[in-house]
């Protein structure tokens, strides 16, 4: 027998030979398809041997979309607690202009005073979150709040809203300033101050900004929400800590409670109002 058919019959006989040709396993090492380039002339489903290259995430930047709008104001719900904000600052002026608030504000500057120079009860400690807890209603606080807001819904792309809000608030402060030159009241004397004051008591202008700004921006954030709960305890929120930050004008002697109560009751009620009245103009101003 020819030698090159003895070299092929032996090899067909030799099991270990065959077995030594075979195609490596997909344990030993990874598969990788490649297409064909234009050019190339590799074929569309020819494989090689080599590791799997990971595929590319395109950065999250590139990906990333605004926020749909969800449940837009009712505008009926808005003015129904607008309102009795609005009854309860009429009275408050009413009362006030009549001298009938001399008693509550006396019990109210008083109860957290003790001895005859109405020296304050609160430990140091107690006092200066009292007074962290009043700046947050500060005119500087208050107005960086509020840019800072706007900005972010127009980085949203919620141009209505921000929008309105920045009408809330410029009109508001002109409502506020207008309303404390009409009445002219002096602060209290009472009680020592215990944090330094200037200009007019009545309406606080702490109370007023604090519960506009922060509940008209807790209305325009809330339109991205469509779970009434997270809407409700939002705006919830907002209106208890500018309480807060009202009722801390009176612990700290600078404001009668009827001062405090008017300013919530016009910056609550003219957030809510504000909201329902102002959103035509702010859609339209928007849409230019």
């Excluded at 809203?161 to 030159?181: D, F, I, R, S």
Aim: charged letters at 15%; aromatic letters at 8%.
């Amino acid at each position: 027998m020819p030698a090159g058919e003895r070299s092929v019959s032996g090899l067909e006989r030799a099991p270990n030979a065959r077995a030594s040709l075979r195609r490596p396993a997909a344990s030993d090492r990874r598969w990788e398809r490649h297409d064909r380039t234009p050019g190339s002339g590799a074929d569309a489903n020819s494989l090689r041997f080599g590791p799997v290259k990971p595929r590319e995430v395109p950065p999250a930047g590139e990906s990333l979309l605004p926020p749909e709008r969800g449940v837009p104001i009712d505008r009926q719900k808005a003015i129904a607690v607008a309102l009795p904000c609005w009854a309860g600052w009429g009275a408050m002026i009413w009362a006030v202009l009549d001298q009938r608030t001399a008693a509550m504000d006396r019990a109210g500057l008083t109860w957290f005073r003790d001895g005859p120079g109405f020296t304050t009860r609160a430990p140091a400690y107690l006092l200066e979150a009292i007074r962290d807890v009043t700046a947050l209603g500060g005119v500087l606080l208050t107005t960086l709040a509020a840019i800072a807001a706007i900005v972010a819904l127009l980085f949203l792309r919620l141009r209505r809203e921000a929008v309105l809000l920045g009408m809330t608030v410029a009109l508001g402060w002109g409502l506020n300033n207008a309303m404390k030159a009409l009445i002219g009241r002096e602060r209290p004397d009472l009680v020592p101050h215990l944090t330094p004051v200037s200009g007019l008591s009545f309406p606080s202008a702490h109370a007023f900004a604090s519960a506009m700004v922060y509940i008209g921006m807790a209305l325009a954030f809330a339109c991205l929400s469509r779970s009434r709960a997270a809407r409700y305890a939002l705006v919830g929120t907002a209106m208890a800590l500018s309480a807060l930050i009202a009722w801390s004008r009176v612990l700290l002697g600078v404001h009668y409670p009827s001062d405090v109560v008017a300013g919530w009751l016009g910056g609550a009620g003219w957030a809510f109002l504000a909201a329902a009245l102002l959103n035509p103009p702010s859609r339209s101003a928007a849409s230019q």
